[in-house]
């Protein structure tokens, strides 16, 4: 018996047993990469699809006219993407679903990977530092991560991420932590600042470093939920920064939106999620059993902003 197995609901890359268990479970690659994701939270990868320069092209050249681009130029709008193109787009979907990318996450997390977001980007996002944990979530914690593909090679002009490595290792802090009532919930969260403000002060008190990723077309980036990062501004406005994130679940968890919780008042807001490999349902599951449709008393209205990746 793994020693892993001892705690099923505990992703392998975050498990205290991975140095036991994930040199006789993973490839030296996987192992490489589970490294990296356990120590700086983040991992860099080549996208591994010999076709992929024809479906970035393919994507930009089809998606241009899709954008405002002047009215993003003139800052009327605060960016520009396109949610779940893999519903009408299959060169984004192939790259959502590509099966080495989810042999790999499979591998290192220990559990059956699925695509369940895509976000297409033609500039950078110029986010503030944040972290998708709080966003979207599993029960059990941290069965999830992203994966952002540079569409072109990115500097220091064009928006490139940023992340804070190691901040990665924070706890799982959510509502009941900050001190949130649901009150302020209900109002559609206005105490989104208090995350913002906690995410910057762990950073200053740890003393981490904001990294800057300066990738190469066909590059990849994995992260954690848990990782802190963003994008920084993108000083040629006449420019581009096309890219694409895939966001991943596992299976065999229930999938919930923290910020909207009030999880210890049985207020827990479950996501409605879709498994882009067969664009079907996934039931909402802990510990083997669906969760009961009674249980699921959901927030939505009021939530549709926090619904999607920030």
């Keep these: 018996m793994l020693t892993a197995e001892l705690l099923p609901g505990v992703p392998l890359v975050e498990s205290p047993f991975f140095e036991e268990d994930a040199p006789a479970l993973l490839t030296a690659e996987q192992l490489r990469v589970a490294q990296d994701l356990r120590e700086k939270g983040y991992a860099v990868i080549d996208f591994p699809d010999r076709d992929i320069d024809e479906k970035i092209e393919a994507i930009k050249r089809d998606f241009h006219d899709r954008f405002d681009w002047q009215a993003w130029r003139d800052g009327k709008l605060e960016g520009l993407r396109i949610q779940d193109a893999w519903r009408f787009d299959n060169r984004v979907r192939d790259i959502a679903v590509n099966p080495k990318i989810l042999e790999l996450l499979s591998a ?3 559990r059956q990977a699925f695509p369940f977001q895509t976000l297409n980007f033609p500039v950078g996002t110029q986010q503030a530092a944040h972290s998708d944990h709080a966003h979207f979530n599993s029960i059990p914690d941290r069965f999830m991560c992203g994966v952002w593909l540079a569409f072109e090679d990115v500097d220091d ?9 190691g901040s ?5 802090f959510q509502n009941e932590h900050l001190g949130v009532p649901y009150a302020d919930i209900t109002k559609g969260f206005p105490e989104y600042r208090r995350y913002v403000a906690l995410w910057d002060a762990l950073a200053r008190k740890q003393g981490l470093k904001r990294e800057i990723f300066r990738a190469a077309k066909g590059q990849a980036l994995i992260w954690t939920s848990n990782l802190l990062h963003g994008g920084s501004m993108q000083l040629d406005s006449n420019g581009t920064r096309w890219s694409q994130v895939t966001h991943y679940f596992f299976e065999g968890c229930a999938y919930t939106t923290p910020v909207a919780n009030d999880t210890f008042q049985g207020r827990i807001t479950y996501r409605d999620v879709t498994d882009i490999r067969t664009g079907k349902h996934v039931p909402n599951m802990v510990s083997g059993a669906v969760v009961r449709d009674s249980f699921r008393e959901a927030i939505k209205s009021e939530f549709s902003g926090f619904e999607n990746a920030r």
């Design 108 to 110: 290192i997390y220990g």
């Design 157 to 165: 002009r064009n928006g490139p991420l940023f992340y804070y490595p």
């Design 168 to 172: 990665h290792k924070w706890p799982s």
